[in-house]
């Protein structure tokens, strides 16, 4: 089994910064793809950033320029800095892991989500 456990979210005011941090433990042979997701109340989840274990990122365009994902893979970790934040951007973030198993399948895990709320 793999856990994923997230950290850093919270009340910002606009223009504000927060740090998302999402470290996975467990049953990992490896990790193939990390990112993030966000739902705000009565919408949709949608994508937020995603990166590749090769590094390469795509961001949803209301975020691009104000926030960056990153991961450690020494740590099975993904962040994502987000800066310049505005009150549409206020959600339920959630990580996304795709682990791979020793036999070599990839395995789909969500994170338990982190409230974010930007006050205007």
């Known amino acids: 089994q793999v856990q994923l456990v997230e950290s850093g979210g919270g009340l910002v005011q606009t223009g504000g910064s927060l740090r998302l941090s999402c470290a996975a433990s467990?049953?990992?042979?490896?990790?193939?793809?990390m990112g993030w997701y966000r739902q705000a109340p009565g919408k949709q989840r949608e994508l937020v950033a995603t990166?590749?274990?090769?590094?390469?990122?795509n961001y949803a365009d209301s975020v691009k320029g104000r926030f960056t994902i990153s991961r450690d893979n020494a740590k099975n970790t993904v962040y994502l800095q987000m800066n310049s934040l505005k009150p549409e951007d206020t959600a339920d973030y959630y990580c996304?892991?795709?682990?791979?198993?020793?036999?070599?399948?990839?395995?789909?895990?969500w994170g338990q989500g982190t409230q974010v709320t930007v006050s205007s």
């Open positions: 467990g049953s990992i042979f490896s990790i193939n793809r």
């Open positions: 990166i590749t274990s090769g590094g390469r990122t």
């Open positions: 996304n892991v795709g682990v791979v198993s020793r036999t070599f399948l990839t395995y789909d895990y």
